[in-house]
């Protein structure tokens, strides 16, 4: 080679190392370099939809290099390829399937995945969290009872094992209004819960608690039972009338078809007193298991007992005498067979002092005694005669159960009524064959000398007797048995009809004799 063409090979040389060197200088500065990533937030967790921004770290901002998106260092897994511009610098991410992801964001060529020309950041870890946390109730049983006045307080857990409650709420939705709650070291408590309008039954309060990442989780057992219905009861004090000293006993049953009878706020007085005469009233209190409460009552009568009990003295008949009568025949009479007698202490107006099972033997059951002045010791006497008796001056006329006679002492001009029950022997009844409707009781009039009916009222029967009361102003004797048979209008007019005809046919025909004549 002659020394020409080794000057021309020389700079030939010289101008390709100068080409290798402006290339190589060139290509080292368009080299991709780092980028810097940043986030809208920087969180440990998510629901899976997130934006993650970057710019470049250095190097000419408007070269042409690819930016990938690695998920879990899988190349299979790119989501995005942005080219580095004004105009792409983030990647919105998007995936609600709950897991762990590790995200690797890459500058380089598309060929250059992980190679030496790929500049990549620190990985990034972020937890998608797509599961709601759990809601408890602590202390709380469903359908507790509550009335639609009141407040409801809840103590509410929540709980969650993925991203924590941090900053979450409760959201309470009660017949479609909401209140929400913050979440304190993994409790929401309410006190204010707010009952108002709704309906008696079981209502369903939902419950809603979001964690940290905002998923909201619904618990819609809860129940309370609405009840703004009072409950209703019976009482009863029995007996309702008794003598000063006898037991009353008075019960209360309530009944509540909402919530229930809360037993023990049941009121009443058991055994009231019967120390004083009057009527008095008991009241009973109760109440549901939601606070609805009410009230019953009901009374009883106190009246004065006698001082001394029913005593029957046997008495001893006289001799049997005579008396005429006007067909010339003679009827026995007797005296009495049975006595009792009983006193009351005081017997005051507007209060009836009453005496029970007086002298069953003579018919009579209970003698109940009223006054228009105050009487002290009074004394009322039964005697029962077996025939008539010698002061009475004729006979009762029917079928007689017995005669008897009722005596009083302090009592003249303080009697204002007195009400006897008699009581009669069904059996007496039917074999005289009469039925109950054909019993009376008749009083002796001394000043008449007379026998008048009484105003007889069936009051009731058992098995053995048959029980009437009447009312007087006035002691005598009295006589039980047969009603009278009173003859009927219609009969005593036809009677009169016949005697008339009769009359008219006896004018006539002595009218015509006569004429014949």
Not at 184 to 189: A, E, T, V
Not at 288 to 299: F, P, Q, R, T, Y
Request: some cysteine; glycine content about 6%.
């Amino acid at each position: 080679m002659n020394e020409r063409n080794l000057k021309v090979l020389g700079i030939f040389a010289i101008l390709a190392l100068v080409f290798l060197g402006t290339y190589f200088v060139f290509a080292a500065s368009n080299a991709p370099t780092a980028l810097n990533i940043s986030f809208n937030t920087t969180p440990a967790y998510d629901e899976g939809n997130f934006t993650i921004n970057w710019t470049s770290g250095g190097g000419d901002a408007a070269a042409n290099y690819s930016v990938f998106t690695f998920v879990n260092s899988s190349t299979a897994n790119v989501y995005a390829a942005k080219i580095l511009n004004s105009s792409a610098l983030g990647y919105n991410f998007v995936n609600t399937t709950q897991g762990n992801y590790t995200f690797i964001i890459a500058a380089g060529n598309a060929s250059a995945v992980f190679s030496t020309e790929t500049n990549s950041t620190t990985n990034i870890s972020i937890f998608v969290d797509r599961t709601a946390p759990l809601i408890n109730f602590s202390g709380y049983t469903n359908a507790t009872a509550k009335k639609n006045t009141t407040q409801l307080t809840l103590n509410i857990s929540v709980t969650d094992g993925n991203s924590g409650v941090t900053g979450s709420v409760c959201l309470i939705d009660v017949n479609g209004t909401n209140q929400s709650i913050p979440v304190s070291n993994g409790w929401c408590n309410s006190s204010f819960i707010n009952l108002t309008g709704l309906s008696d039954g079981n209502r369903t309060i939902k419950v809603y608690a979001n964690d940290t990442v905002k998923i909201l989780g619904l618990n819609n057992s809860f129940i309370v039972l609405i009840d703004n219905t009072a409950p209703t009861a019976s009482v009863v004090c029995s007996p309702r009338t008794v003598y000063t000293g006898d037991k009353v006993t008075c019960t209360c049953e309530p009944s509540d078809s909402g919530s229930g009878i809360n037993s023990s706020l049941t009121s009443i007085t058991a055994n009231p007193s019967t120390s004083d005469t009057g009527t008095f009233t008991k009241i009973c209190s109760f109440s549901d298991l939601a606070g609805n409460a009410g009230s019953v009552s009901d009374s009883y009568t106190v009246e004065q007992a006698s001082s001394i009990s029913s005593i029957q003295v046997p008495v001893k008949k006289s001799a049997t005498t005579t008396s005429a009568t006007t067909t010339g025949t003679t009827t026995p009479t007797e005296t009495a067979s049975t006595r009792a007698s009983h006193t009351f202490d005081s017997i005051t107006p507007g209060v009836a002092a009453v005496e029970k099972d007086f002298n069953p033997d003579a018919g009579v059951k209970e003698i109940s005694i009223e006054v228009n002045n105050p009487a002290q010791n009074v004394e009322i006497t039964v005697t029962k005669h077996d025939g008539k008796p010698a002061n009475v001056s004729i006979e009762r006329t029917g079928k007689l159960y017995t005669y008897l006679q009722i005596e009083t002492k302090n009592l003249t001009d303080k009697l204002s009524k007195a009400t006897i029950t008699f009581q009669i022997e069904k059996l007496w009844v039917v074999d005289n064959n009469l039925t109950k409707d054909d019993v009376a009781v008749s009083k002796f009039d001394e000043n008449s000398s007379q026998w008048n009916e009484l105003k007889t009222t069936f009051s009731e029967e058992d098995d053995t007797f048959y029980y009437y009361t009447i009312d007087v102003n006035s002691f005598s004797y009295f006589a039980i048995g047969e009603k009278a048979v009173v003859e009927s209008e219609g009969g005593s007019k036809a009677w009169v009809w016949i005697v008339l005809v009769l009359a008219i046919l006896g004018a006539v025909a002595w009218f015509l004799l006569n004429r014949k004549k």
